[in-house]
């Protein structure tokens, strides 16, 4: 019963936070926040937990922790939750940029704002729910049903243009974004449709499981459709080049915390599910296809980063660039090397940990000075204190410099690609500068350079103290990976050594 | 003839239909009173939904040569004479404010709904004729009694006149049939086809084209589908309860049971004819939905593509036993949310006198007005677009799970395309619901006095139901995977 508490716990705290929002506004921000707290402290406890015993097994079931109850008989779907390390480094991360979501929306939701938790608790519980579900059809619930939660922030907490047409409203970049969700959702369903049914002609089990489908073997063609379908319904949601129009709009449009939400989590259980379903259940086309996909991934690195250039919103610059990282977490998962892997998780966080910094303390530029045009900026440094040195630091461990989490992550992935594509990684090492160079850029045009006229020079001081907590936890936290990665590496270590086994065997079968 | 006790018993929904029926004219002829009549009508409704428990018993039966009652058709049966119940609480306060001639609705009503249950357990080809005449003229009724307004008329005239023509040409099909077996019984039908397997009658097949045909006017699938957006957009939204649910469902009912039998007899034409019409449905159903600005004439369109959708359960190879789940399943969430969604509307327009609220632009920022209407219509128009934790994605997943178990490629290609054009279609209205509200939309005005709160409280249940089932659909999956039908 331990794992469906995970779920369960944002899950009712979301709704209580609706129910009390109308005796005491401040109730719902302290529920919210103590249940994230629980739920940080239960998931490192199971971190723990799960570190004190190590013993390999290769073909039983292997997780750590289980759960299974039957849920549509009918079709044999359970409710089949499960985790290993590499869930529970997911959860952590999770719950942790919970904390910070919460933190960062203190004082800035006005209105509803027990709904506005409602939804934030729901969009963290339903992304527990895809990191913890191992029954396919209980994944794509979550996959699909995470959607609204999101899809209401957006609408009712969105940035707002005024006296604006249609088409440049929130509630256009809302649709938008769940027609991109719904379009890799239903591709999603009828791939894992197609791999139940040919499961279920081949062996006449009828389910869902992912432990009974695990054992599949298909025929080529059939494997290729299927695998396919996962990862083209996985790349709309990464996103990587052709389908990534979503993502720079829903940030720009989105509130501060909901941008925050989707930078650290949402972009992870696509990278995750790619991991945890793709590789494993298709070794045999995974591989054959893997250049290709690497080439989609560099592709993705120098596109994005190219363009996040020529961006005048620093939104959308950082939304840019984070899609530009993702083509690295691409190339690192199709290069089939564990060390790529474990870059892949501590890429991943560090990350998602710089990026969600990187939103907030643009939400507070935002806040003081009312707009988020670089054009209109410029010559703020001396203006406001914090938050240019705070800029600096994670722009800065944005481009990966030595000493932070990013530099560890994509330093693995690169070395571990190496030593299969070496030529690839020559090239995509080209990319650090353009990014670098767009960080730089993002700076000098914010903080450094001419004061433009249209900005009120009053120097602001009044920075509340949340304003300096929030940043500097997540500062401490990356330069912690950044100088001692390993705590990060032992979690799941186990779990990537299994994932590795699998399609190592299944290369050495495809090779003779 | 003699007809025995449980005969009778297996009867009694139609019997007891037939006998309020009665006692409503009666009425009507001593002294009207829109209460008694409304009274009435629930009274015998409810009754005879509770008599299918005891019909339960009897089933399988067969009630002289002309009725064949099995699970089934109780499933059917059940679901008619609940989307008449929720028509009828729903009409009664529209009636009472506006009409004059208020006790004619519920009679044309209840014959309606006679219609529909004769024809869910129709055995024989008389019956099945009687059996769509006695829904069509009623329903006919029940378009035109707004006759005032401005495009019922326009409505009734069309929805008569092709419904008459079609009903003709079915005629004209039973005719054919019967010139071939000599006899208007199902089973000789079936007979027939069995003993012509290898080179089946043309005539044969002439006249069970031409009734597939008037099935497939009453379901507005492709080509026959002209009249749908028209009659939607002039009826009234209490008739469209009624009409886009219970007739579609009884006509459904029969026209599986018939199909699925020239499908596994492997007509081949009507196999391939069968794919063209559903890939049309599919498609133009959700193109021209996009473009509506009435929302019950997008409801029309929409109700197209769900039939197209629904169809694909008739192109089974073996095991009819899943298609069987499918369609219950996929009527049972099209009967939830099409009566969430025209008791809503209804709602709505009798809340303001002066909107009708049948352009979409109307709900703009109902939200922020009306947080509980809007959420339920958000409720109702995910399920009919099949998102996840609504019935309506359960029927939807069945539909694709069926594509897949029979390996219909282009079929799935056409799903998958139409449902994002749907999806696209369905979220326009979503988001219009969520936008700021204009100052002069008339929504501020909303009181809710205590029938309305009823009203609310009856489109709650439904909204929670299709959520519930959507979450734990083995409640429904059980029921309709034991009601299958024994065949004649």
């Given at each position: ?6 779920i ?5 705290g ?9 005796y005491?506004?401040k ?6 926040l ?6 940080l402290?239960?998931?490192?406890a ?5 570190s004190q ?18 849920w549509i008989?009918?079709?044999g ?11 529970v480094i ?13 933190l ?6 006005e209105?509803?704002i ?7 608790l729901w969009?963290?519980?339903?992304s527990?729910g ?5 029954d396919?059809f209980?994944f794509?619930f979550?996959?699909?049903i995470?959607?609204f939660p ?9 940035y ?7 088409c ?7 649709n938008?974004f769940?027609m991109?969700s719904q ?8 791939s894992?449709l197609?791999l ?7 062996t ?6 992912y432990?009974v ?6 025929n080529?063609?059939?494997e290729t459709?299927?695998m ?9 949601k990464?996103?990587?080049v052709?389908f ?6 829903f940030?720009?449009?989105s509130?501060?915390t909901?941008?925050?939400d989707?930078?650290?989590?949402l ?7 790619l ?8 070794p045999h086309?995974s591989?054959?296809?893997s ?5 989609c991934?560099?592709i993705?690195?120098?596109?994005s980063?190219c363009?996040?250039?020529?961006q005048?919103d620093?939104?959308r610059?950082?939304?840019y660039?984070s ?25 991943t966080i560090s990350y ?6 990187l ?5 507070r530029?935002?806040?003081?000075t009312r ?7 410029g ?8 938050i ?6 994670f722009a ?5 410099i030595?000493g932070t ?6 330093f ?12 690839l ?12 160079l767009?960080?730089l850029v993002?700076i000098q045009k914010?903080?450094?350079?001419l004061c ?6 009053i ?8 304003e300096?907590i ?14 001692y990665?390993?705590?990060?590496l032992?979690?799941?270590e ?8 699998i399609f190592?065997?299944?290369i050495?079968t495809?090779?003779? | ?11 009694s929904p139609?019997l ?5 029926v009665?006692?409503i004219m009666l009425?009507?002829?001593y ?7 409304f009274?009435?009508s629930?009274?015998?409704?409810t ?8 019909v ?10 002309l ?9 059917y ?17 529209w009636?009472?404010d506006?009409?004059y001639n208020?006790?004619?609705?519920y009679?044309?009503l209840?014959?309606?709904t006679?219609g ?5 357990i129709?055995?024989?080809m ?5 059996g ?7 329903v006919?009724g029940?378009?035109?009694y ?8 326009e ?15 079915s005629?004209f099909?039973?005719?054919?049939i ?17 003993i012509?397997l290898?080179?089946p009658?043309?005539?044969?097949l ?13 379901l507005?699938?492709?080509?026959f589908?002209?009249?749908t957006p028209?009659?939607?957009k ?20 029969v ?9 596994s007899?492997?007509?081949e034409?009507?196999?391939?004819v ?5 890939c049309l449905?599919?498609i133009f159903g959700?193109?021209?939905?996009l ?5 019950k004439?997008f ?6 593509s769900q ?9 089974i190879?073996?095991?009819?036993n899943?298609?069987?789940?499918v369609?219950?399943?996929?009527l ?22 002066n909107?009708t ?8 920022g ?8 809007s959420?339920i219509i ?19 997943f069945?539909i ?6 029979e ?6 290609i056409?799903?998958v ?5 749907g999806?696209?279609s ?7 619901l ?6 002069d ?6 009181v809710?006095n ?5 009203y609310v ?5 439904i ?6 089932l959507?979450?734990y659909?083995?409640?429904?999956i059980?029921?309709?995977s ?7």
């Open positions: 019963m331990l794992l469906p508490i995970f369960m716990i944002p899950f009712f979301g709704i209580l936070c609706w129910m009390f929002e109308k005491n506004i109730i719902s921000h302290y529920i919210a103590m249940i994230m707290s629980i739920m402290i239960l998931s490192v199971l971190s723990l937990y799960n015993i190590v013993f390999p097994r290769m073909y039983d079931p292997y997780w750590d922790f289980e759960y299974n109850s039957p008989s009918r079709f779907i359970t409710f089949h939750l499960a985790a290993d390390g590499l869930s997911m959860l952590i991360l999770t719950s942790f940029l919970g904390i910070i979501s919460i960062s929306s203190w004082n800035n939701i209105k509803n027990g709904f506005f938790y409602l939804n934030l969009i963290l519980s339903f527990i895809i990191f913890l579900s191992i396919l209980l794509f979550f996959w699909e995470i959607i999101i899809y209401f922030m957006m609408v009712l907490w969105g707002k243009v005024k006296n604006k047409p249609m440049v409203n929130r509630n256009f970049f809302a938008k769940f991109y379009c890799s959702g239903l591709i999603l369903l009828c894992i197609f139940v049914h040919s499961n279920y002609v081949s006449h089990i009828l389910s869902f499981d432990d489908l695990r054992n599949i073997s298909l080529p063609f059939l459709c299927i396919l379908g996962f990862f083209l319904a996985f790349c709309i990464i996103p990587i052709p990534h129009s979503w993502l720079p709009d940030h720009t449009y509130p501060i909901g941008s925050l989707i930078s650290g989590i972009l992870k259980p696509a990278v995750y599910a991991l945890r379903f793709n590789i494993v259940l298709f086309s591989y054959i296809y250049n290709i996909f690497m080439w991934g560099v993705t690195i120098f596109y980063a363009v996040s250039f020529s005048t620093i939104k610059l950082i939304a660039m899609i530009s990282h993702m083509g690295f977490v691409l190339i690192a998962i199709y290069s089939f090397n564990k060390i790529a892997y474990q870059g892949i998780i501590v890429h998602a940990l710089s990026t969600s910094a939103y907030y303390l643009i939400g530029l935002f806040k003081y707009t988020r045009d670089m054009r209109s900026m010559g703020l440094w001396s203006d406001i204190i914090w240019p040195g705070f800029s600096l630091c800065v461990a944005n481009l990966g030595p989490g990013n530099f560890v992550g994509e693995m992935i690169l070395l571990g690609t190496f030593f299969n594509h070496s030529v990684v020559c090239i995509v090492a080209f990319s650090l500068i353009i990014s670098a767009c960080s993002m914010t903080y450094f350079g433009s006229q249209n900005r009120n020079s120097l602001i001081q009044d920075i509340s103290i949340i300096i929030i940043p500097t936890i997540l500062l401490v936290v990356l330069i912690f990976i950044g100088l990665p390993n705590i990060i032992n979690i799941f186990f779990s990537l050594n299994n994932i590795q086994t190592l065997n299944s050495l495809t090779r003779l | 003839m003699i007809v025995t006790a449980q005969q009778l018993i297996a009867c139609l007891i239909l037939l006998l309020t009665i006692i009425f009507i002829a002294s009207r009173n829109h209460f008694v009549t009274l009435c629930m009274i015998g409704l009754l005879s939904l509770m008599s299918l428990y005891m339960k018993r009897t089933v399988p039966i067969n009630i002289t040569m009725f064949h009652i099995d699970e089934y058709s109780l499933l049966t059940s679901m008619i004479v609940l989307s008449s119940i929720i028509t009828c609480v729903f009409s009664y306060l009636i009472k506006s009409f208020s006790d004619e609705f009679l044309l209840l014959l309606s006679i529909c249950i004769s024809l869910i129709a055995n024989h008389s019956v099945l004729f009687i769509m005449e006695l829904i069509s003229l009623p006919l029940l378009i035109s707004t006759y005032c307004t401005k495009n019922s008329l409505a009734a005239i069309k929805y008569m006149i092709l419904s008459c023509s079609v009903s003709v040409l005629l099909g039973i005719a054919l019967y010139s071939i077996t000599g006899s208007l019984m199902f089973s000789s039908l079936i007979y027939e086809l069995v012509s290898a080179h009658n043309i005539i044969l002439c006249g069970l084209g031409l009734i597939v045909l008037s099935f497939s006017f009453k507005s699938i492709f080509p589908h002209i009249w028209d009659v939607y002039g009826t009234s939204s209490t008739v469209l309860t009624y009409l886009s649910t219970a007739t579609k469902i009884a006509v459904f009912s026209f599986f049971k018939i199909f699925i039998f020239l499908i007899f492997h007509v034409f009507f196999r391939i069968l794919e063209i019409m559903i449905s599919i959700n193109f021209m939905a473009f509506q600005t009435n929302i004439r409801l029309g369109y929409s109700s197209i039939f197209g959708y629904l169809l694909t359960s008739l192109l190879s073996d095991d009819f899943f298609s069987l789940e369609v219950g399943i996929y049972v969430s099209y009967l939830l949310s099409n009566i969430g969604m025209f008791g809503l509307i209804g709602l709505m327009s009798s809340l303001n006198k909107m609220f049948e352009t979409i632009t109307s709900y703009r109902l939200f922020w007005n009306c947080p509980i209407l959420s958000t409720i109702i128009l995910f399920s009919l677009s099949g998102i996840p934790s609504t019935i309506g994605f359960i029927g939807k069945y694709l799970s069926l594509i897949v178990k390996n219909f490629w282009i079929l799935g056409i799903f395309i139409g449902s994002i054009i999806i696209y369905y979220l326009k209205i979503v988001t219009y969520y936008l700021e509200p204009l100052v939309n008339g929504q501020e005005k909303f809710f205590y029938t309305k709160k009823v409280l009856v489109l709650l249940i909204s929670v139901l299709i959520l519930l959507g979450i659909p083995n409640i429904v059980d029921i309709v034991n009601s299958e039908p024994i065949f004649f």
